[in-house]
């Protein structure tokens, strides 16, 4: 099973990038589906994105695509969400997230292994 840590979050003006990097640790990384999810304050963990194992697919929550992009690069063992024209609704917790899965599922329910989250703060 792997252990994953997130870095790259910060504060950002309304239509700023940030790219989040989920470093995990263990030779099974590649078989794991990655997944980002994030919580705002005082609201429910949301689904924001998922790549499946070895980078096949990938899906994007309606409220954030064309704006993000989840990749994922097996050598480094790293999954990334590249986030653009970011949006002061996108302010929350992100946290990455994986299971040993082909296709793994938009519910946070189904991920097994997640990561401490970093704080993205969107503010004039």
């Known amino acids: 099973q792997v252990q994953l840590e997130e870095s790259g979050g910060g504060l950002v003006q309304p239509g700023g990038s940030l790219r989040l990097s989920c470093v995990g640790s263990?030779?099974?990384?590649?078989?794991?589906?990655m997944g980002w999810f994030r919580q705002a304050a005082g609201k429910e963990r949301e689904f924001v994105a998922r790549?499946?194992?070895?980078?096949?697919?990938?899906y994007h929550a309606a409220s954030v695509r064309g704006r993000f992009t989840i990749s994922r690069d097996d050598a480094r063992n790293t999954a990334y969400l590249q986030m653009n024209s970011l949006k002061v609704e996108d302010t929350a917790n992100y946290f990455c997230a994986a299971v040993d899965s082909r296709y793994g599922s938009d519910n946070a329910k189904d991920f097994d292994t997640w990561g401490q989250g970093t704080q993205v703060t969107v503010t004039a």
């Open positions: 790549i499946t194992r070895y980078g096949r697919n990938r």
């Open positions: 263990g030779r099974s990384f590649r078989e794991h589906t």
